[in-house]
């Protein structure tokens, strides 16, 4: 749990300085390393390598996750990045810790979220929502979701920005390079100029929660009464600079679905597919390209 209590740093400096022990607490290990292994055998030289690796994958994890902003976003793309040409038995392990900037990040206390959804709102949190779960049911790079119920008896994910966020974000867009150096430590595939131009342009959209509610209500007026297709619908009079409210959805983590059997796994895949697809052609991005007309 100490890791979750930890404030966050927003100043350049500080961030700066965590990055840059990071990539430098990293080197170190790896020339240290590299002399060590002028003793081992081969399958010495192999497991020492595998133990590298997944000490990095947890450096990433401690110091990207707790940093928040395009830190952890830069952790989170190193996530996907394919590791085939590592070692089968270190790649288990390698995916479970980098996959917890995704799934499990640090949480920051509700102390310091609720003075941020009381700011905006101008009044106490219970003057807004009839009830409201102080345990967040996710976290990401900018902010956590919470689940509430409105007065009218609906259940509504908040969704509530980490306080200074914004400045934490503008740090780490000058300090991109050596993020991406600590990333690569553990995603040698990772394509750093693409990674870069990625996050600046979509990092100080994600800040803007009016234009995401704008965004999220134009894909919901879209897709509304498709057969396998929902998107939350915004709650308008309740979203404000650093908060977006919307319906509250249920729905099946991947980690789950990659347990399920090879026909749903398909079924979730074409779903997707259709999706991401389907949306370009709908609002209008890209050339039209025509959707199967099987359902899923």
């Not at 600590?182 to 959209?205: H, S």
């Amino acid at each position: 749990m100490a890791r979750r209590d930890k404030p966050m740093p927003t100043g350049r400096i500080r961030r700066t300085a965590k990055v840059g022990g990071l990539v430098g607490g990293q080197a170190a290990r790896a020339y240290a390393n590299k002399a060590a292994n002028v003793a081992r055998s081969e399958e010495g030289r192999r497991a020492a390598g595998d133990r590298l690796q997944v000490q990095a994958a947890e450096q990433i994890v401690e110091v990207l996750g707790q940093m928040k902003g395009a830190a952890m976003k830069v952790g989170q793309v190193a996530s996907f990045i394919d590791i085939s040409t590592f070692p089968p038995e270190a790649r288990d392990r390698f995916q479970a810790k980098l996959a917890e900037l995704r799934d499990s990040a640090p949480k920051v206390s509700f102390k310091e979220m609720r003075k941020v959804i009381e700011s905006d709102y101008g009044e106490p949190i219970e003057r807004v929502f009839a009830e409201f779960d102080e345990t967040p049911v996710a976290a990401a790079s900018i902010g956590q979701v919470y689940r509430a119920r409105l007065d009218d008896g609906r259940q509504v994910a908040v969704k509530v920005q980490y306080p200074g966020v914004g400045r934490a974000v503008r740090a780490d867009l000058q300090n991109l390079g050596l993020l991406l150096r600590a990333a690569r430590r553990v995603a040698p595939g990772l394509d750093p100029k693409a990674v870069a131009e990625e996050i600046r342009e979509r990092m100080t959209e994600e800040l803007d929660y009016e234009h995401e509610a704008q965004a999220q209500r134009a894909f919901s007026r879209t897709w509304r009464g498709h057969p396998f297709v929902v998107i939350p619908d915004v709650e308008t009079s309740l979203s404000r600079e650093h908060v977006l409210v919307t319906e509250w959805i249920g729905g099946t983590g991947f980690e789950e679905v990659k347990l399920l059997d090879q026909a749903e796994r398909d079924r979730f895949g074409e779903i997707v597919f259709r999706f991401f697809f389907g949306s370009l052609y709908r609002h209008g991005t890209s050339p039209a390209i025509p959707i199967p007309a099987t359902t899923c």
